[in-house]
């Protein structure tokens, strides 16, 4: 009889703790959330500030070109499809933690792409950071004493980002990687939030 309650106990807990799993998965993000970001995002033009590497291996579209957003998809840690100028399609992997959350498919979304025209941000960049930071900027450049937000603009968000401390100064290693050329590596010093110099 011990042996039956035990294995209808184990039963039981198994049973409940599969549940929470599927619970868990389910509240990610709600129906109507998902819904808004498809609305929002999918068939929205947009300009890539990253890389974007397919999953299956198809291609690589790269930073600054111009796309169209066809796809989210909010299972696991969400992938992205977009439609290049010549008509290929690229999923990409967001790399998100779960539990996916609406405010982090966004933030990730505006890493990965511009929603405004270059000329457009060139202006705006103009009244921002004048003239050099602009012109930097647009031409994805950086330069000495560069402001941290603009560096970011101009080479995109980094794949590494390492910080420390030193003397009571905060030192900050950017690091870029390009899949097509794995032993080569871009990398960006900023101190204090200016770019302090970099290396192609």
């Known amino acids: 009889m011990r042996t039956r309650f035990s294995v209808l106990a184990v039963l039981i807990l198994g049973v ?28 929205k033009e947009a300009w ?12 690589v579209v790269d930073r600054d070109a111009k796309v169209e957003i066809v796809d989210l998809d909010l299972h696991w840690n969400g992938s992205v499809t977009v ?7 690229i999923t990409h992997n967001l790399g998100l933690e779960r539990p996916l959350t609406m405010a982090a498919v966004e933030e990730k979304l505006n890493k990965l792409f511009w929603f405004t025209k270059p000329e457009y941000r060139y202006r705006m960049n103009l009244r921002k950071y ?12 950086l330069f000495k004493g560069m402001q941290r937000e603009a560096a970011l603009e101009s080479w995109g968000y980094p794949d590494e980002m ?17 899949i097509r050329q794995k032993n080569k590596k871009r990398y ?9 110099h970099w290396e192609e």
């Open 188 to 196: 960006v010093y900023v101190t204090e939030g200016t770019v302090d």
């Open 16 to 43: 409940l703790a599969g549940c929470n799993v599927v619970n868990r998965v389910v509240k990610d993000i709600p129906i109507q959330e998902r819904d808004k970001l498809g609305e929002t995002y999918i068939g």
């Open 83 to 89: 439609q290049s100028p010549n008509r290929h399609r």
């Open 130 to 141: 004048g003239k050099k930071t602009a012109k930097a900027v647009f031409e994805h450049q």
């Open 48 to 59: 890539t500030r990253a890389l974007l590497i397919d999953l299956r291996g198809q291609g």
């Open 162 to 178: 390492k910080s420390n401390e030193l003397s009571g100064r905060l030192e900050e290693q950017w690091i870029y990687k390009d």
